[in-house]
């Protein structure tokens, strides 16, 4: 098993220098720069700029500082856009907050999921479970983007009862709205994946003949079908999780919580290389981590699985 | 469904009778098992309205998508209203363009970038999957730690990135969102083409010096049909859905062109502005596509997937 | 390890969440930012709203009044020598630093030697060049050292510049955020860490203290300011809403004093709220350059071809039907707000749009374009954005309506579309330009051939010896006024509007300068009404 581990982790060096290396050329080959505007600056100006931020290099030494600058200090540069801020300052400042709506959209997501799907299972073919189909189709196929502004018109506009917006430290009425849109869609596959899981779990022998031999139907959902049903969802949690993240950008755009996800998309297209290269390496890092954590959860739910 | 039966027609023609009966029969009872399934069946029908829809429906009212008409003064909110006299079913857009015309093209293109990504997607990773499978040994562990690395990129950026660079192209969208989800049926192709690799047919091409590509491209590929079939149907939605996400990172298709959700973008920014109309029309296009999916997809895999069985 | 501690975190605010909600300030203004500021930092400041921020925090020589007036600020006043070269300020004695240190004229000389330097590689080092303070170009190239640029301290109230020009319009210059003084003691101690909240240390109104990137900036009330009595808002906060609507959401939900209003959203909101919603001038044109390049389509080199075009786009309804916010229909490229500016009569500005249709007409007929000559295909350049869109939109329509002519829009995004511009791949593209300070000349230079900003590549020699004589002219507008004339015949520029500053403003909130067409507020003048 430790040895599973450090293979993985060994795995990752390769996967966050290909990553590193893609993006440094994408970034190169874009057209336009960090330094670009409206009024274009005057060559000399444009040229003091450069140098400052070490742009007047080739390619080949940029890349090498980076890294070397990456693994002997830790440091990430400063943003070329935001002058004020470095790329640690930026992560260091965004992503607490990504990651705690991020983690509360995510428990949510799981037990309200894997609640509904078990339910469903269990009333088969009841009212019930067409209900619970119908709420998980519909939170699917609602993309976020409209949920949002409609959580906001609601319960901002209407109601009056939360804030539209803002983090203010992460107090609660902040992140209830942040972590309801970001869920939704998540905890619509989360319950699908339950419903089908535990459906065929419930249709083996071993299930049959606990009901035969009749126990309560409340310690076979519990003691004997819940592990095998939570497989397959587990297996999904990973990408849920990285997925979550990366759709965070939705979330900080409507709910201007000051979160990493904006990044993403404002560093590409402000030219913001340091910035872009900071998300890359942290994105990467996540999806590495969580991919990795799902495998080992699935080793010690189910035993049989060795590595 | 012609284009299954005309593979399998393919591959009664050139080759072991044996293998010739067991696909009609397992293809027959697919289908009436995906018969049997009520909710797959209705979802099926829609599915074919909603093609007729994109293709023809352009040709039920005299507006184009195009035209604004600047005598049009005044509100939105009043002059803007769905309304069969003037001929705009569904009302005006943000830029006093005709919506229905608008729907029926943005659903065109949602579909196309629907379909074409998932058969980006099926394409590469089911060839991928059978040729790693297939040859197995080294090749196969490097092709398969080659996806293990790719798995932990994160795509979605690097789409993004790749788009905000090189410009936005319909092409690129395809490619792009297709190329993202290769990697979950490279390895489902590749466990199939594991124990299809050993069945006597295989064997017998091998022994008659069939070439290695010939016999994926001609005995691997088709068996694995069922599965791609039910997995393409499956991704179709989540394709529709990421290219909606990237238009509303504003990285969708270019005007005059649109796409449902470049369309569902606009009517959710308008929404607190009294013209709703702009959000639930091409909503309720997008919602029965991607709901209609679901249930087709489920209904094959139901009827398909020998593991259900 | 760090999961668990956020955890903590996240239940250790959830518990004083509740006790502590929205301790709601009363007398603070609170505006939406489109974006983080790239910099605060006065002699890096590139952006409007970094120059918002920094309009609260310092004070430079000269401020303006509510109608854009130059009055006292630091300086109580100046004295200019006879050849207009020399200008001395007098600083007030009682302007002291937030940390008690006293603002000297000292301060001035670092802060515009720091903003020139090389090394602080500042995007507005330009802005001290076009001061035409002496020795400035030679200092940005990094040619002489920065201690030679043309300022000097000779006591700790006294501060001389030394231009190169006369610029009539200097006084107005100096109200600008690059010409801010920083503290050289707190800088020399900090480093770059200045800017941050605690460090820095500032000589207006307000201080910062708190700034959350990408969500919020506050500064409030600083003690030390020489006018304190006179400032009567405690506290301003800058909210960063990257979504017009979403700001709009939380401004009628009463969480914003001030919000622009999205495109199109004018009338009705004028309608329901008439109290709030404003539009005023601003010092700003929108239009489309033509590609007069050797490189560029054929039929832009025809004046009638690029004038048929022009003349097509109703800008009445653009105004109108479109954009619905006063914004004024453009046919000169100078707005008339500019100070001392008289619109000049241009031919086609007083032709009903039917009339100019029909010249439109001819004009391309005439060209041997159009539906009778050889097809026309024109491709709109413009970079992604909501209102860019529903223009390019619209004059592709009316270009289509009315000459037959095929448009394509070519949406970019913001640093592919600057590319595009600069290397002159377009046949039409989108510009705007504000001006720098309150004068006519900041627009017409773009039409210098030698601009860095003439995108349309247009070259006429009479016009750029006409703009060098207005630089010194004792009655420039006349200058302007055949400047303006030629622009209209030859048309290498379709001026489309002239902007309006559109927004929401709390009722409340008292001492708005509707009146200054740059859009500078002072917080500090403000007041709350009951």
Redesign the interface.
Known sequence: MLNYILRRLL??I??IL??VI??FV??F?????P????????P??LA??E???GLDQPYVVQIFNYIKNIVLHFDFGPSF?????SVT??IA??F?VT??YG??SFVVAVVSGVSLGVVAAIRHNSKVDYAAVGVA??A????N??LA??L??IF??WL?WL????????????IILPVIALSTSYFASIARLTRSSML?VLNTGFIRTARAKGLPMRRIIWKHAMKPTIMPVLSYLGPAF??MI??S??I????????IG?Y???S????DYSV?MG??IL??C???LF?LVVDILYAWIDPKIRY | MTFVDKDAAEERQGHAGHDQIAGRSLWADARHRFFQNKAAVVSMVVLLLILLFALFGGYLNEHNGQFIDFTIGGNLREVGKPSIENGHYFGLDQDKRDLYSRTVQGTRISLLVGVLGALVAVVVGTLYGAIAGYVGGKTDSIMM?AV??L????F???L???L???GRSIGMLFVGIGLISWLDMSRIARGQTLSIKNKEFVEAAIATGVAPMTIILRHIVPNLLGLVIVYATLLV?GMI?AE??IS??GLGVQEPNTSL?AL??F???N??YGTLWM?YFP?AF??LI??AF?FVGDGLRDALDPK?R | M??KN??K??TA??V???G???AAQDSSFTMRML???????PS?I?DVSGSDIARQLFEGLMNQDAEGNVIPGVATDYEVSEDGLTYTFNLRDGAVWSDGEPVKASDFVYSWQRAAN??T???Y??YI?LMSIENA?AV???EVDPSELGVEAPDDSTFVVHLTTPLPYFPQMVTHTTTFPVPEHVITELG?AW??PGNMVSNGAYVLTER?????LVAERNEMYWDNENTSIEEVVF?????E??AL??Y??G?LDRTEVPTGQYPSLSEEYPDQAVSVPSLCTYYYNYNLRDTGPEWAQNADVRKALSLAVDRDVLVENVLQAGQIPAYTFTPGATAGFEVPEVPFATMTQEERNEMAQELLAGAGYGPEGEPLEVEILYNTSEGHRQIAVAVSQMWQQTLGITSTLANM????F???R?NGNFDVSRA?WCGDYNEASTFLDLMDSGS??NDAAYVNEEVDTMLADAKTAENPQELYTQIEQIVAEEMPVIPLYHYTSVFMLNPAIQGWPYDNVQGNFYVKDFTLSE
């Open positions: 795995i990752a390769p996967t290909i990553l893609i993006s994408l970034m080959a874009a057209p336009g720069g330094f670009n505007s409206e009024r274009p600056l005057p000399q100006t003091n700029i140098a400052r931020y856009k935001y002058k004020d801020l300052d930026i400042q965004g607490p990651l705690t983690f509360w189709i519909g699917s196929v609602l993309p983007f409209v502004p409609i906001l018109l901002t506009l009056g804030p539209g917006g803002g983090w203010n430290g992460g107090q609660i009425e902040y065929e990285v997925g990366t759709g950008v939705v900080d755009v409507y709910f201007s919580t000051g979160g904006q993403f998309v404002n590409a297209f402000n030219r872009i998300i890359t994105v990467g996540l999806t590495i991919n | 730690r293990d690395i798995m932990s990129i994160p979605m950026f690097v993004i990135i790749l905000v660079i090189f939605p859905l909606s996400f509303f990172l959700g569902i973008n009517g959710a920014q929404m607190a959000l909503l997008f919602v991607l709901t679901y259900d | 760090t999961v956020i955890l975190g996240g605010a959830f004083l969440g509740l502590s909600a929205a974006d983080e500021s790239p910099s605060i930092d890096l590139e090389p090394e590689a500042s995007p080092a330009w060049e170009s940005i190239a990094g770059d800017v941050e959350v990137p990408q969500e919020r909210l960063i809403i990257n979504d609507n979403v959401t939380r009628l939900a969480e995004e913001w640093q592919t600057l590319e595009e600069g705007g860095g900003y």
